[in-house]
Protein backbone atom coordinates (compact mmCIF):
# COMPACT_ATOMS: atom_id res chain seq x y z
CA UNK A 1 0.00 0.00 0.00
CA UNK A 2 3.41 2.36 0.92
CA UNK A 3 4.17 1.97 -2.34
CA UNK A 4 1.45 2.01 -4.49
CA UNK A 5 0.96 5.84 -2.62
CA UNK A 6 4.53 6.84 -3.27
CA UNK A 7 4.33 6.27 -6.56
CA UNK A 8 0.80 7.99 -7.20
CA UNK A 9 2.65 10.97 -5.33
CA UNK A 10 5.96 10.73 -8.11
CA UNK A 11 3.53 10.71 -10.87
CA UNK A 12 1.06 13.80 -9.23
CA UNK A 13 4.85 15.52 -9.00
CA UNK A 14 5.83 14.53 -12.16
CA UNK A 15 2.37 16.05 -13.87
CA UNK A 16 3.06 19.02 -12.25
CA UNK A 17 6.38 19.64 -13.01
CA UNK A 18 4.83 18.89 -17.10
CA UNK A 19 2.22 21.64 -16.44
CA UNK A 20 4.38 24.29 -15.14
CA UNK A 21 7.41 23.14 -18.33
CA UNK A 22 4.51 23.83 -20.74
CA UNK A 23 3.31 27.37 -19.28
CA UNK A 24 6.87 28.73 -18.91
CA UNK A 25 7.17 27.45 -22.72
CA UNK A 26 4.42 29.42 -23.37
CA UNK A 27 5.51 32.86 -21.66
CA UNK A 28 8.79 32.27 -23.42
CA UNK A 29 7.29 31.95 -27.33
CA UNK A 30 4.54 34.90 -25.55
CA UNK A 31 7.70 37.12 -25.14
CA UNK A 32 9.00 36.41 -28.55
CA UNK A 33 5.88 36.90 -29.98
CA UNK A 34 4.91 33.63 -31.39
CA UNK A 35 1.82 33.37 -29.66
CA UNK A 36 -1.42 33.80 -32.09
CA UNK A 37 0.60 33.41 -35.58
CA UNK A 38 -1.17 30.04 -36.30
CA UNK A 39 -4.60 31.65 -35.89
CA UNK A 40 -5.63 33.10 -38.76
CA UNK A 41 -7.06 37.04 -39.48
CA UNK A 42 -10.68 37.09 -39.88
CA UNK A 43 -11.15 39.31 -42.96
CA UNK A 44 -14.61 39.84 -40.85
CA UNK A 45 -15.53 39.92 -37.38
CA UNK A 46 -18.37 37.24 -36.70
CA UNK A 47 -18.62 33.57 -36.48
CA UNK A 48 -19.67 33.64 -40.25
CA UNK A 49 -17.35 35.66 -41.99
CA UNK A 50 -17.95 36.94 -45.39
CA UNK A 51 -21.59 35.61 -45.57
CA UNK A 52 -22.86 37.99 -42.72
CA UNK A 53 -22.87 40.92 -45.25
CA UNK A 54 -26.13 39.80 -46.43
Not at 1 to 10: G, T
Not at 30 to 43: L, N, T
Amino acid sequence: MRISASILLLTCILVSLAANFSTVEKYRSAEAGQVGKHEPIKPYPGPRGPRRAW
